[in-house]
């Protein structure tokens, strides 16, 4: 996503997969002890805020501000106040994020990484948990590497 939207920027070289999954990993691992969801480092969510218009890391801060201001201002009243925003509308928000991440379908290369993309698809629209298909999406994936099988 990051090279699809910022194509020219210097920091593209800092971005890798190893060091995205390792801070994650590192902040995943003492949340959880806390009960805390996972967290990622959220290519839908640079996906929607360039889609509505951010092209600076400024957008994600203002947005943090807004609601740390807004917890510490108004406690629980603040979250009834949040809560009063429809499902509709965060609805269509997740749809035009989609959209923007569909273009990123161009990345896969081979019939092998697209069988995997489709298999992870239809088992995360079939179960009602996402590390199912995970799981799975990264065994096959594994599987198909180690055996060097063709699709």
């Not at 273009?103 to 079939?126: C, D, H, M, Q, T």
């Amino acid at each position: 996503m990051c090279n699809s939207v910022f194509p020219n920027s210097p920091l593209l070289s800092r971005t890798k997969a190893g060091r995205f999954a390792l801070t994650m990993g590192l902040a995943n691992l003492p949340a959880g002890f806390f009960g805390a969801v996972p967290m990622c480092h959220g290519t839908g969510g640079l996906a929607a805020h360039y889609r509505f218009g951010a092209r600076t890391g400024g957008a994600p801060v203002m947005i943090g501000a807004i609601l740390v201001v807004l917890a510490l201002v108004l406690g629980e009243f603040g979250l009834t106040v949040l809560a009063l925003t429809p499902n509709s509308v965060l609805g269509v928000l997740l749809i035009f994020a989609g959209l923007e991440l569909c273009p990123l379908v161009r990345s896969l290369k081979s019939n092998e990484e697209f069988f995997v993309a489709l298999l992870i698809a239809g088992i995360a629209l079939a179960v009602p948990n996402m590390a199912w298909a995970f799981g799975i999406g990264i065994f096959v994936d594994l599987f198909i590497r180690y055996m060097g099988t063709k699709i």
